[in-house]
């Protein structure tokens, strides 16, 4: 069983789509076991996007994404990183397959409603940032 983040952005929320993304995730048969709307401060930006530091985008990345609430979640499946990473599509809404989320409700690569982790070590380090342990739910799916 593997876990990662994803995070409704900015756009996301306040273009009303969180429900259809989260429902996304569902009806592919993933679990949501940790989700918060929060308001990210910059520290929380910074440390999120340290691999982006000193790119030509990472100052207006940073400024969009403390621009307004997001919606921050915790999944858990087989496989579910490159899953919800397949639903999410290319970062590049024009290179995004159609179906996906990107593709379907995105035009550009700094407004891309939503970020998902890209690997299992920056999965655990991205949960880490934004939820405490005690935040992150254990259940069985039953049915
Ligand atoms: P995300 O998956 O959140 O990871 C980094 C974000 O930087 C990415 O989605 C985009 O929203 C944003 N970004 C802006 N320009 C670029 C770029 N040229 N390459 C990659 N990411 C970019």
């Keep these: ?25 569902e009806r592919k048969g993933l679990q949501l076991v940790a989700s918060k709307l929060m308001q990210i401060s910059r520290e929380t930006a910074e440390l999120h996007y340290a ?18 609430p997001v919606f921050a979640m915790v999944w858990q499946g087989d496989n579910v990183i490159a899953l919800t990473r397949a639903l999410i599509g290319k970062t590049d809404a024009l290179e995004a397959l159609p179906g ?5 409700y995105a035009i550009h690569t700094n407004f891309n ?3 998902g982790s890209d690997s299992a070590a920056n999965a655990e380090r991205e949960i880490g940032i934004f ?8 259940y069985e799916h039953t049915i």
């Design 1 to 25: 069983m593997e876990r990662t983040f994803l995070m409704v952005k900015p756009d996301g929320v306040q273009r009303g789509l969180i429900g259809e993304i989260v429902g996304r995730f």
């Design 51 to 68: 691999e982006h530091h000193g790119k030509p985008f990472y100052e207006r990345l940073i400024t969009f994404i403390t621009s307004g």
């Design 100 to 104: 996906t989320i990107r593709s379907d």
């Design 113 to 115: 409603l939503i970020h």
């Design 131 to 138: 939820f405490e342990s005690d935040q992150i739910i254990t």
